[in-house]
């Protein structure tokens, strides 16, 4: 059955530095999201993107993030210069047409220090 | 804005007895989705409603909606203690990219 994945599993980087989350979609997929989850807290919506750009982006994903679907499968999730708040569980999730299942990747659980 | 609420926030119960959790939500949607995550893990889809939908069924999950009342319980039956997770619904929007909001989650702990 198709997937959701995501790469790396775990990362761990200095405040400051910049970091590059990866993504591969499920490959009919048309709609492509990134939420985050702050350990022991809920899943928090990042940003959504359709059609080779955002579709919408919630306060959360300032400046410092940008996404990008650099080759037709890959989509990407950059932090220009992270924060010890950024530190998270990033999820990727895509899905077919809006109404119908997001499936979520596996997560990269990201540390910065 | 819209906003998926669970209750109970943790729940133990035996294994084999039936576990029920709540969601509340505020605004209209197009669907309901529920998912489960195992500790530190990653999201699974369990089972998706529509708005249009009142109760849905898969394999020992049950799934209700009621719209005027802006909610949706999740049963499982028959409980094991390969459901021990943390639960979680999380609804659309009417519009747009229909980003998904979650709630906080319901903690399911099956004793053996």
């Known amino acids: 059955e198709p997937e959701v994945t995501q790469t790396p599993s775990h990362q761990v980087t200095q405040m400051g530095q910049e970091v590059i989350l990866r993504c591969v979609p499920i490959s009919n997929h048309l709609y492509f999201y990134w939420y985050r989850q702050i350990l022991g807290q809920k899943v928090e919506f990042l940003v959504s993107f359709y059609n080779n750009e955002i579709s919408e982006k919630s306060e959360i994903f300032d400046d410092q993030f940008s996404v990008e679907r650099p080759d037709g499968s890959n989509f990407t999730l950059k932090i220009r210069s992270t924060k010890l708040e950024d530190s998270a569980m990033y999820f990727c999730a895509s899905v077919v047409a809006v109404t119908e299942t997001q499936y979520f990747g596996p997560g990269t659980r990201l540390l910065v220090l | 804005s819209q906003q998926g609420e669970e209750d109970p926030q943790a729940l133990s119960i035996q294994e084999g007895e039936n576990a029920t959790m709540n969601c509340s939500y505020k605004?209209?949607?197009?669907?309901l989705q529920w998912y489960r995550q195992n500790s530190g893990r990653g999201l699974v889809h369990l089972i998706l409603?529509?708005?249009?939908?009142r109760e849905k069924h898969s394999g020992r999950l049950r799934v209700t909606l009621d719209t005027s009342k802006k909610s949706s319980s999740l049963l499982i039956t028959a409980s094991r203690a390969a459901d021990t997770a943390s639960y979680f619904c999380?609804?659309?929007?009417?519009?747009?990219?229909?980003?998904?909001?979650f709630g906080q989650g319901t903690r399911l702990t099956i004793n053996p």
């Open positions: 605004t209209s949607i197009n669907n």
């Open positions: 999380a609804t659309d929007g009417i519009q747009g990219a229909q980003k998904l909001v």
């Open positions: 409603i529509r708005s249009n939908e």
